[in-house]
């Protein structure tokens, strides 16, 4: 760690390494972040003054970066390092440089290091206890027994389990497990079998959400507290009772396999002020295929701003064929219900341009309708992506911009982009720059 901070011009970034501003030491900056993937990366270069090799895992990094139209910080990523280590170089002028170069994610490497499973079995013999004694923990067995079955059905972490066993009478168990699942299962009725009994897609996005990250983060990553939040906003769908049980995998995995994407989206964003969010929200396109108006829009500007620009159409984002399957879960079987898929496609451009298809299955139907609802989620992926060849998409190059996360749009030069991607590149002494990642560019209406 830092032995002191040396003297030098007013700087555009400011990086916090486990709780010290080692800005001083940094010599370059890059972080990028992709819609859709749970964790985005960040590595930054520091000087040798200090010996930054014996990091330990999991080391808490905060990057801020001011833009070149503000005079206030953003922050760009809360991270937790993977790996520190030295690197050497030799310049075009045959001058060697060494550095040490720090890599990480970002706080979605929770969601990806962090697995957890639903046990049938192990849940049916739970079922009577929590539910005779409100969500309290004095089943049979001793601590140790009831911590294990916890672990097995998915309530609790190995991590979390090992700093539990240490409890050494049943009533220091319950204060910490029961207070704990009563905030779990607080939207239930009926203790953990009603939870079983009554499962949406957002039920267990928030069983995920609430009996992993949160719980995690109050064990074993106090300072988090308060900078991971979620928000789940989905739309509405039907999934089969029951569906949650024999899920297993990664926090992530188990999200994203019940969000009903993509009529819904899940990702993480690091927020300018600082905080982590989980979002899980309606896919914010309209009818006509545009943004829409409730997300935030930023204008660009042409002119010096602009470093680079590569936007332009093309036929590899052709999509000319869109089905949509329900799929029927159940805990020992996942087929396909063909019979019961809808199909919209163009024939003559399936003719001139080749078969571009788009298949989506989904559990997300109502057993009573499924017909009409996949008609109707057909209809609406059919709206979204079949223009997809007429579209701009590419790379937009900044001066910094620190206002803007992927998940957002942005207008420029008359046209209306998603944004998919955002990187910041800083290498002292010059100032940052972004790099934007844009989808779905359309004429503004």
């Not at 009573?368 to 109707?376: A, F, I, P, R």
């Amino acid at each position: 760690m830092p032995r002191g901070r040396t003297a030098r011009r007013k700087p555009d970034f400011r990086v916090t390494l486990g709780g010290q501003d080692i800005s001083a030491d940094v010599t370059s900056i890059a972080t990028n972040k992709v819609f859709g993937a749970p964790a985005g990366s960040w590595t930054v270069t520091t000087s040798r003054k200090n010996d930054y090799t014996r990091l330990p895992p999991n080391t808490r990094v905060k990057i801020e970066l001011q833009g070149e139209a503000s005079d206030g910080f953003a922050c760009v990523c809360q991270g937790l390092s993977d790996r520190p280590g030295n690197t050497f170089s030799m310049s075009q002028k045959g001058t060697p440089s060494a550095a040490y170069r720090i890599q990480g994610r970002d706080l979605g490497k929770l969601l990806v290091t962090h697995a957890i499973a639903f046990d049938p079995l192990i849940a049916q013999s739970l079922d009577a206890n929590l539910t005779a004694l409100g969500f309290g923990i004095k089943a049979s067995g001793t601590a140790q027994q009831v911590v294990q079955k916890l672990y097995q059905v998915g309530f609790v972490e190995k991590a979390f389990a090992r700093e539990m066993m240490r409890f050494g009478s049943q009533q220091q168990l319950d204060n910490v497990v029961g207070g704990s699942l009563g905030r779990m299962l607080q939207r239930t009725e009926g203790g953990f079998g009603g939870l079983l009994g009554d499962t949406t897609g957002i039920d267990i996005a928030r069983l995920v959400e609430r009996s992993g990250v949160a719980r995690h983060l109050n064990s074993s990553f106090q300072d988090l507290t308060g900078d991971i939040t979620t928000e789940f906003l989905p739309t509405e769908g039907e999934k089969d009772d029951f569906s949650v049980l024999g899920e297993s995998g990664s926090m992530w995995s188990v999200l994203l396999r019940n969000a009903d994407c993509p009529w819904n989206e899940l990702y993480t964003v690091t927020e300018a002020d600082g905080r982590f969010v989980l979002r899980l929200r309606p896919t914010p396109f309209g009818t006509d295929g545009r943004l829409n108006s409730d997300i935030p829009i930023h204008d660009i500007q042409p002119g010096p701003e602009i470093l680079d620009e590569d936007l332009g159409v093309s036929d590899h984002e052709r999509v000319n064929f869109i089905s949509v399957l329900p799929v029927k879960n159940l805990i020992d079987t996942s087929t396909l219900r063909l019979s019961a898929g809808a199909w919209h496609f163009d024939e003559s451009s399936i003719m001139r341009n080749g078969f571009g298809n788009m298949v989506v299955s989904t559990p997300f139907v109502s057993r009573g309708d499924t017909q009409s609802q996949v008609e109707k989620r057909t209809n609406q992926l059919w709206q979204w992506f079949s223009q997809n060849h007429t579209y701009k998409t590419g790379m937009l190059r900044l001066r910094g911009r620190n206002n803007i996360v992927v998940g957002e749009g942005v207008r420029y030069m008359g046209f209306e982009y998603y944004v998919e991607g955002v990187s910041d590149r800083f290498v002292y002494p010059q100032s940052f720059t972004t790099t934007l990642q844009l989808t779905r560019g359309q004429a503004i209406a």
